[in-house]
Protein backbone atom coordinates (compact mmCIF):
# COMPACT_ATOMS: atom_id res chain seq x y z
CA UNK A 1 0.00 0.00 0.00
CA UNK A 2 1.25 3.26 -1.06
CA UNK A 3 1.89 6.25 1.84
CA UNK A 4 1.52 9.23 -0.39
CA UNK A 5 -1.17 10.19 1.10
CA UNK A 6 -2.36 11.09 5.13
CA UNK A 7 -4.84 8.48 5.03
CA UNK A 8 -2.28 5.87 3.71
CA UNK A 9 0.24 6.85 5.71
CA UNK A 10 -1.46 6.29 8.86
CA UNK A 11 -2.84 2.81 8.25
CA UNK A 12 0.44 1.79 7.10
CA UNK A 13 1.71 2.96 10.54
CA UNK A 14 -1.17 1.68 12.47
CA UNK A 15 -0.54 -1.61 10.67
CA UNK A 16 2.62 -2.09 11.34
CA UNK A 17 2.63 -1.04 14.79
CA UNK A 18 -0.11 -3.46 15.24
CA UNK A 19 2.43 -6.35 13.66
CA UNK A 20 4.74 -5.38 16.51
CA UNK A 21 2.17 -5.55 19.09
CA UNK A 22 1.01 -8.49 17.93
CA UNK A 23 4.58 -9.86 17.87
CA UNK A 24 5.19 -8.94 21.28
CA UNK A 25 2.45 -10.90 22.74
CA UNK A 26 3.11 -14.25 20.85
CA UNK A 27 0.20 -13.84 17.79
CA UNK A 28 -0.03 -15.36 15.16
CA UNK A 29 -1.64 -12.76 12.91
CA UNK A 30 -0.74 -12.31 8.92
CA UNK A 31 -3.42 -9.53 8.61
CA UNK A 32 -0.72 -6.69 9.27
CA UNK A 33 2.24 -8.44 7.35
CA UNK A 34 1.46 -6.58 4.51
CA UNK A 35 3.00 -3.17 6.44
CA UNK A 36 6.11 -4.05 6.57
CA UNK A 37 6.50 -5.11 2.90
CA UNK A 38 4.94 -2.00 2.45
CA UNK A 39 7.56 -0.21 4.74
CA UNK A 40 10.36 -1.54 2.81
CA UNK A 41 8.51 -0.16 -0.05
CA UNK A 42 8.42 3.17 1.59
CA UNK A 43 11.71 3.73 2.52
CA UNK A 44 13.18 3.63 -1.12
CA UNK A 45 10.57 5.74 -2.36
CA UNK A 46 9.85 8.56 -0.20
CA UNK A 47 13.09 9.04 2.61
CA UNK A 48 11.15 12.66 3.35
CA UNK A 49 7.86 10.92 4.35
CA UNK A 50 9.72 7.90 5.67
CA UNK A 51 11.91 9.95 8.39
CA UNK A 52 8.63 11.80 9.17
CA UNK A 53 6.48 8.30 9.38
CA UNK A 54 9.87 7.01 11.93
CA UNK A 55 9.70 9.39 13.93
CA UNK A 56 5.96 9.55 14.29
CA UNK A 57 5.88 5.35 14.97
CA UNK A 58 8.41 6.28 17.80
CA UNK A 59 6.48 8.56 19.25
CA UNK A 60 3.22 6.28 19.33
CA UNK A 61 5.51 3.69 21.35
CA UNK A 62 6.93 2.59 24.79
CA UNK A 63 8.89 -0.30 26.07
CA UNK A 64 11.84 -1.51 23.95
CA UNK A 65 10.26 -4.27 21.91
CA UNK A 66 8.60 -1.99 20.43
CA UNK A 67 11.12 0.26 19.68
CA UNK A 68 13.51 -2.43 18.64
CA UNK A 69 10.90 -3.47 15.89
CA UNK A 70 11.35 -0.17 14.57
CA UNK A 71 15.07 0.37 14.80
CA UNK A 72 15.57 -3.18 13.31
CA UNK A 73 13.28 -2.48 10.43
CA UNK A 74 12.32 0.62 9.04
CA UNK A 75 14.49 2.76 10.77
CA UNK A 76 18.11 0.49 9.86
CA UNK A 77 16.79 0.40 6.47
CA UNK A 78 16.32 3.60 6.50
CA UNK A 79 19.83 4.99 7.88
CA UNK A 80 21.11 2.02 5.48
CA UNK A 81 19.53 3.70 2.22
CA UNK A 82 19.67 7.19 3.05
CA UNK A 83 22.09 8.00 6.30
CA UNK A 84 24.59 9.86 4.66
CA UNK A 85 21.75 12.28 3.49
CA UNK A 86 19.92 12.69 6.63
CA UNK A 87 22.95 12.50 9.31
CA UNK A 88 22.50 15.97 10.36
CA UNK A 89 18.88 15.71 10.79
CA UNK A 90 19.89 12.07 12.48
CA UNK A 91 22.09 13.40 14.56
CA UNK A 92 19.89 16.45 15.72
CA UNK A 93 16.98 14.19 16.50
CA UNK A 94 19.45 11.91 18.68
CA UNK A 95 20.45 15.17 20.68
CA UNK A 96 17.02 15.94 21.54
CA UNK A 97 14.40 12.90 21.58
CA UNK A 98 15.35 10.23 23.84
CA UNK A 99 13.60 7.65 22.21
CA UNK A 100 15.05 8.14 18.95
CA UNK A 101 18.28 7.86 20.21
CA UNK A 102 17.43 4.68 21.88
CA UNK A 103 16.03 3.05 18.71
CA UNK A 104 19.56 4.25 17.05
CA UNK A 105 21.11 1.38 19.60
CA UNK A 106 19.03 -1.18 17.61
CA UNK A 107 20.45 0.30 14.23
CA UNK A 108 22.46 -2.61 12.84
CA UNK A 109 23.36 -3.00 9.37
CA UNK A 110 26.69 -1.66 9.89
CA UNK A 111 28.33 -4.20 6.83
CA UNK A 112 26.29 -2.04 4.46
CA UNK A 113 27.02 1.48 5.64
CA UNK A 114 29.84 3.53 4.91
CA UNK A 115 32.68 3.28 8.14
CA UNK A 116 31.90 7.30 8.55
CA UNK A 117 28.36 6.80 9.09
CA UNK A 118 29.12 3.69 11.47
CA UNK A 119 31.49 5.76 13.63
CA UNK A 120 28.86 8.62 13.84
CA UNK A 121 26.66 6.92 14.59
CA UNK A 122 28.60 4.78 17.39
CA UNK A 123 28.90 7.75 19.11
CA UNK A 124 25.46 8.93 19.09
CA UNK A 125 24.94 5.86 21.49
CA UNK A 126 27.81 5.28 22.98
CA UNK A 127 26.05 6.15 26.31
CA UNK A 128 23.10 3.61 25.57
CA UNK A 129 22.56 0.35 27.10
CA UNK A 130 21.64 -2.64 24.63
CA UNK A 131 17.89 -2.66 23.74
Do not use: C
Not at 35 to 52: L, S
Not at 123 to 129: A, I, S, T, W
Request: net charge negative; glycine share 6%.
Amino acid sequence: MPADDAENREQLLEAYLAHTKAQEQGVEDDRYFWAVEAMWEFVERDPEGTWTLILDMLQRVDGNYAIASIAAGPLENFIVAHGGRFLDRIEAEAGRNPKFRRALVGVWGENRMPEELVQRLRELVRDEPPL
